[in-house]
């Protein structure tokens, strides 16, 4: 699936099953609360921290949910996710394109 098609895909959803969209100040919440679910997971997976007994620890599903509010906020408010992050990936590639290579904290 594309991201063109994603963001289809949740038009379509929303306007079928959801009635409309939520806010885009909510759904900046909304988001930001998923971020937060996905990094309990991320601390818990890969930090110091334990899992509590009977916790959720789906990080695909996470991962997903911050995706799918994330192409919501980008619905609502005009942007094409493949175009802004084609110029996204060549913003990076210009100002980086030898930053990392050259970083000796990143070399073994």
């Given amino acids: 699936m594309t991201l063109q098609e994603a ?10 099953y959801g009635v409309r969209y939520f806010s885009e100040l909510t759904n900046m919440a909304c988001l930001t609360e998923e971020v937060g679910e996905l990094a309990r997971i991320m ?10 007994e009977g916790e ?7 991962m997903a949910d ?6 919501c ?10 175009e802004a992050f084609e110029q996204n990936l060549q913003k990076k590639t210009e100002r ?3 930053r990392h290579l050259e970083n000796e904290k990143l070399k073994n």
């Fill in 73 to 82: 906020l980008a619905n609502q408010t005009g942007v094409d996710l493949t």
């Fill in 43 to 52: 601390a818990r997976t890969y930090g110091d921290q334990s899992f509590k």
């Fill in 56 to 62: 959720k620890h789906d990080l695909g599903d996470e």
């Fill in 96 to 98: 980086d394109k030898e």
């Fill in 7 to 16: 963001q289809e895909r949740v038009d379509g959803w929303i306007k079928t």
């Fill in 66 to 71: 911050v995706l799918w509010v994330l192409i």
